[in-house]
């Protein structure tokens, strides 16, 4: 993790990666979903209850650097009970803000907005993604009928 984050959201990346939320079984998952991020070795599985079409419950067991951990972390927070048309727009919008783009619409992004620092470093971005790539697929899975994929993050 590099010293030239800003302090604020160091702070705020530093507190999810201690201390990570959704790390819990969760038992009888609708959906499993493993992302890979072979750059920088995080790996991630994650576990869905999904209810008429809301995120009912989620778990997240990440083993990777600061900021995989606590995207994902962030990502526990942002998630639980949306809908998934909700969900899909949060993830979109953290990949615009990633991007360096300004995201299309006005969310309230809460914590989330502390990865907007990893922009200035490419090689973080996928670190950054790894829990968001790994969600929406997982979700399309869902969708078409699947209950477990492993992801490899490109
Ligand atoms: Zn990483």
Redesign the pocket.
């Known amino acids: 993790m590099s010293e030239n984050l800003d302090d604020l959201y160091r702070d705020i990346i530093m507190e999810h990666y201690k201390y990570p939320r959704g790390k819990k079984r969760l038992e009888d998952p609708d959906v499993t979903s493993e992302g890979k991020?072979p750059?920088?070795?995080?790996e991630i599985e994650m576990k869905l209850k999904v209810n008429q079409n809301r995120i009912e419950d989620i778990s997240i067991d990440c083993l990777?650097?600061a900021?995989?951990v606590a995207s994902g972390s962030m990502l526990v927070d942002a998630i639980r009970g949306k809908s998934i048309t909700e969900v899909r727009r949060i993830a979109s919008a953290i990949k615009a803000i990633l991007k360096g783009e300004k995201p299309d619409e006005d969310l309230e992004l809460g914590d989330l907005e502390a990865l907007e620092g990893v922009k200035k470093f490419p090689v973080?971005i996928?670190?950054a993604l790894?829990s968001w790539t790994t969600l929406i697929e997982g979700l399309k899975n869902w969708e078409n009928g699947k209950k477990n994929e492993v992801i490899t993050t490109e």
């Open positions: 991020n750059v920088c070795g995080d990777g650097c900021i995989s973080r996928k670190c790894l």
